[in-house]
């Protein structure tokens, strides 16, 4: 007869395969960053409504909009030949294949949920645009132009290249992100721009336009799961504070000189020696690249945050 020692209360056997370690709890989301992306959206939202209301359904600022729109006439011909090449990239194309490469990128990590988030930001925008375009806002009359009571807001060149440039800041990893940032806005910047120069829109309509990605990026970010999370890493993770920081100043430079433009419009602030016109041009240009920079560093600091695990 063998002996046989029984397991002390508490010992694992070494011999067991059974034995799975111990448990790891399993990384959730933190509650405080989602609640921030939440307000965010909801801010970028009435955003969108707040320009309508200024810009579309106030006589004044539908001036200063169609001054703008008229001043792009002036040296067209030249910035077009720069202008036209960036807007021919937007096509439906453009959207399969740019938020195919983000769903894959997503998929290529094992971020599932993230893949599907990145699907309801660029559908979920492009959407919404069209909606509001078609369906909910309007635009009085209120100047004896030509369509003048056609609604163009928001711009759906625009929501195409912001959609597709933020999905791909939520899909890429932890650090490519402030880069995808930065790269993001200055394509976004140029569509934009370049429909200002073509004739295409209004600056109201570029402005509203980018709102309306932000309001669906910071929601979508709202909405992370575990799957959403980035690995876990020592140390912080450069890059992020300094291209928020550029992103962040640039918008407060060029929105300076944006508002300026407005004031000198309406006929006090600066006294410039300028047409009307032109003045509205590129306090508009100078408006939209603001609204952009500064549109792309809140999501970059939203995104960063309710990724971190």
Not at 28 to 36: E, F
Not at 40 to 46: D, E, I, K, M, R
Request: aromatic share 6%.
């Amino acid at each position: 007869m063998t002996d046989q020692t029984l397991p002390l209360p508490g010992h694992r056997d070494e011999s067991s395969t059974s034995y799975a370690g111990p448990r790891i709890p399993r990384r959730r989301p933190r509650l405080a960053p989602r609640i921030t992306a939440v307000v965010v959206a909801v801010l970028a939202l009435w955003g969108v409504w707040a320009t309508w209301d200024t810009f579309v359904a106030s006589p004044l600022g539908q001036r200063a909009d169609q001054l703008a729109l008229e001043g792009a006439a002036r040296g067209q011909n030249t910035l077009w030949e720069l202008a036209e090449p960036v807007l021919g990239v937007v096509s439906n194309s453009f959207i399969g294949l740019g938020l195919a490469a983000a769903v894959i990128l997503a998929l290529a990590r094992g971020r599932w949920w993230l893949a599907v988030q990145v699907a309801v930001l660029v559908g979920g925008a492009n959407l919404t645009t069209q909606v509001l375009k078609h369906a909910v806002l309007d635009r009085p009359a209120l100047l004896d132009v030509a369509r003048a009571d056609i609604n163009t807001l928001p711009s759906g060149h625009t929501t195409v290249a912001a959609s597709i440039a933020a999905g791909l800041l939520i899909a890429v990893p932890r650090r490519w992100r402030p880069v995808v940032a930065v790269a993001g806005a200055a394509y976004t910047a140029a569509t934009g721009v370049s429909t200002l120069i073509g004739q295409w829109h209004r600056p109201s309509d570029v402005a509203a336009a980018i709102l309306v990605v932000l309001a669906w990026g910071a929601g979508v970010c709202a909405l992370s799961s575990p799957s959403s999370l980035d690995a876990p890493q020592d140390g912080p993770q450069p890059g992020t504070s300094g291209a928020a920081a550029l992103l962040l100043l640039g918008a407060a430079g060029t929105g300076a000189l944006a508002v300026g433009a407005l004031g000198s419009v309406r006929g006090d602030g600066w006294g410039l020696p300028l047409g009307g016109d032109l003045t509205a041009y590129m306090g508009g240009m100078l408006g939209v690249v603001a609204v952009t920079l500064g549109a792309f560093a809140l999501l970059l600091l939203v995104r960063q945050s309710t990724a971190r695990p």
